[in-house]
Every structure is written in C-alpha cells, then in structure tokens.
C-alpha cells in the first residue's frame, strides 16, 4: 500500500504501469483521476490546502478500511497539494484485486471518502477572483452506501 | 496549553494558521464559546457550527467531546478532497 501527499505533479502513466508490475497475483488493476475542472473556461487554477499529519492519518485509515472490505492485493493514493493549473491531475487511486469486481469496488468507496474525510479544501482561483468550494451533501450521502 | 489549527475560510476569517492557548474548556463547545468571546473575528468564523468540523490530535471529533488530555484541536471547514 502506498499513499503519497505531495505537491509535485505525477504521472499517470508511470504511476499506473509502476503500480501494475508490483502486483503478484492480482487479475485487475482499476485506477481513477482526478482532474483540476474548468467547465466554464475561466478557471485561472486551484490552490488545495491540506492538514500535514492527519492528511496522511486519514488517508491511510480510508486504505486500511478498503482492505479489510475487500480481497485487495494493492492500493495506491496519491493527492497533490499546493497550486494546480486546469486540466492537471490532482489525484489517483490504483486498486489491485484478484478479481474487477472488488478492484472496482475499492476504488469507488476510496474516492467517496477521500473526497470527505481527508482533510483537502479546494479554493477556485479565476478572473472573477477567488472562492472555496463548498462540500456537496451528495458528498456525505454517498458515503451511506458503504 | 492546547495548539488550535485553523484551516481553509476558518484560517482566512480568523487571520492565523494556528496559535497556542491556554484555557480551562472541558469539552470543544466550552473551548468555541471562549475563542467566541474574544474578539469579532472569532465570533463570525464560529458563528454557525453546522458548516464547521473539529479534529481533536488529528481524529474527527463532535463538538461536545471532552478536551482533557487533547494537545491539538483543528477547526475547518467541510472537507472537499479528491
């Protein structure tokens, strides 16, 4: 398992390809991107704050609950902070698993409670200034179904 | 003495990253009625519990839960990762 919280950029395809020749006995790999959205095309970038220590506290918790759900062979998270400019990766996850269903599975609950358990606050920065985004109840509802 | 954290809006509207306090709070409620006291940028940043989470040494917590043996409080808002 491996988590990394950096501000560095990454690259998916190295990440992916790194992470898929580590795995002894896994029959699926699933992986999930994050982008830096800008659907209105204003978007200048986005600055990710986040809470050094318990970032990592939470992350590796979020991990080691999904192992104990699912038959998983490997886990990968990483999450950039600091300034990103559109269209950048802010984040992946990697799950190995014997078979695609719990590989899909893991990865899926991993996204839902990184998205509201690890401690990241986004800010959009834009022509029109700044502002934070606020969390979406359909956030915290899709954490229900786990 | 308790090291409070602030993060995100929390930060800005209070004007510091984090600060060391002395303070005789029980719980985390005690601790937000005495940091409302203090001054208007305090009051407004806690002004509404609902769209603010605690951690208490780095684990999630309510806010009635009990500050005794506590070295770290951060206040934050919702959290937006992924």
Do not use: C
Not at chain 1, 20 to 41: H, I, N, Q, Y
Request: glycine share 10%.
């Amino acid at each position: 398992m491996r988590v990394a919280v950096q501000s560095a950029p990454f690259d998916v395809g190295t990440e992916v390809s790194t992470f898929t020749a580590g795995v002894r006995g896994a029959g699926a790999v699933v992986s999930f991107t994050g982008l830096v959205r800008d659907e209105a095309g204003t978007l200048s970038g986005m600055e990710i704050e986040h809470y050094p220590g318990m970032t990592e506290k939470a992350i590796f918790g979020i991990v080691g609950e999904a192992v104990s759900r699912w038959s998983l062979v490997d886990a990968l998270v990483i999450h950039r902070y600091g300034k990103l400019g559109p269209g950048e990766a802010i984040m992946m996850v990697a799950t190995a698993a014997p078979h695609r269903g719990d590989a899909f599975a893991a990865a899926e609950f991993l996204m839902d409670y990184l998205k509201s358990r690890a401690p990241f606050w986004k800010k959009e920065l834009g022509a029109g200034g700044e502002a934070w985004v606020a969390a979406k109840d359909a956030d915290e509802d899709a954490l229900k179904r786990w | 003495m308790i090291d409070v954290l602030y993060f995100a809006w929390v930060r800005e509207r209070i004007g510091l990253p984090r600060e060391r306090l002395e303070t005789g709070a029980a719980t985390v409620a005690d601790l937000v009625d005495e940091l409302r006291a203090r001054e208007e940028r305090y009051a407004a940043a806690f002004s509404d519990l609902t769209s603010l989470r605690v951690a208490l040494d780095q684990e999630l917590a309510s806010f009635d839960a009990p500050l005794a043996g506590v070295r770290e409080v951060a206040f934050f808002p919702p959290m937006t990762g992924g």
